[in-house]
């Protein structure tokens, strides 16, 4: 998913279109929760998710929605009609769901997108003055509201995403050299906020919150420009029931976990462990699942 139809590009978008095919199959993770029938994807991309759909539930109505007309198109060359796509901004379809035309659906599904679109209010707090709990939980709210008013009565709503671990300090060792220099760049080139650390005898002791954004996106190359600029962990998982509810959502399960990939690239290149010298996991990602009505 994009907010911005110009971040991805050239090699930048032929990365970005790789990494979503690898994670497929974490992503079929979500397909148990979903309700077969009219299946809408908010922020579909190049179309991962809605390839997965396609298998899953071949006499299912797909529609995926995307800023980027490059991701967009990439989608459509890879799911050859099999969804219909839209270019839409999702912001201007909160403020009126009927812009989009189509609907009641049954399942609507936000898969990695939720972060992208709290980044962005982050960014432009003035566009998001409305919520208590500030611009990136406003964000949520509006597309929660928006699910909400696509859904079909019983419809669900699959929310997959990253997740704010529960805070507390935790330590850091680098299996290399290269490896804390990446944290060095990456602590400068953090955009959502300052990452804080102290270090001695190269044992670093940070927040978990701010491990976890380190930890999720040091890996990356062509795109880092971009990553380094997205609060994946903005919301805990209890956060998000909340603003559920408040869209009048109900929110029936939650789990959050970590992607064997992560797990094991953690496990090669660095040590966490709590205050103790315990081994520490944190959770990658949350799958969180609410029904209308």
């Known amino acids: 998913m994009s907010t911005r139809p110009d971040v991805h590009s050239g090699l930048g978008l032929e990365a970005y279109v790789q990494g979503m095919a690898r994670s497929k199959g974490d992503k079929a993770r979500m397909l148990p929760h979903v ?18 759909l396609r298998g899953f539930s071949p006499a299912s109505e797909l529609v995926g929605i995307d800023l980027s007309a490059k991701l967009l198109g990439v989608a459509a060359r890879s799911l050859q009609g099999a969804a219909r796509l839209r270019r839409r901004d999702l912001f201007a379809l909160a403020h009126d769901p009927g812009l989009l035309g189509e609907g009641p659906f ?4 936000l898969c990695s997108t939720l972060h992208e679109l709290a ?26 509201g928006l699910a909400r ?22 330590r850091l060792r680098f299996r290399s ?18 990452l804080e650390f102290s270090v001695s005898d190269g044992l670093y002791t940070l927040p978990s919150d701010h491990l976890y954004e380190f930890a999720t996106k040091y890996f990356y190359e062509t795109n880092w420009h971009v990553e380094v600029g997205e609060y994946f962990g903005w919301a ?18 939650r789990e959050a976990y970590t992607i064997p990939f992560l797990a094991e690239k953690w496990a090669a290149d660095l040590e966490i462990s709590d205050l103790e010298g315990r081994p520490y996991t944190l959770p990658s990602t949350q799958i969180l699942v609410a029904r209308k009505g």
């Open 35 to 52: 309700r077969p029938g009219r299946i809408l994807e908010l922020g579909c991309g190049s179309g991962a998710v809605l390839e997965l």
């Open 106 to 109: 049954d399942t609507v599904i």
């Open 119 to 144: 980044t962005f209010a982050l960014e432009h707090p003035e566009r998001f003055p409305g919520h208590p709990e500030g611009p990136m939980a406003e964000a949520a709210a509006r597309i929660f």
């Open 149 to 170: 008013a696509l859904l079909a009565e019983g419809g669900v709503l699959v929310v997959r995403d990253g997740v704010q671990p529960e805070r507390r300090p935790l």
């Open 177 to 194: 050299p290269e490896l804390e220099e990446r944290f060095w760049r990456f602590a400068d080139d953090f955009r959502p906020f300052t």
């Open 236 to 253: 805990s998982g209890r956060q998000l029931e909340a603003l559920l509810r408040q869209a009048g959502l109900e929110p029936v399960h």
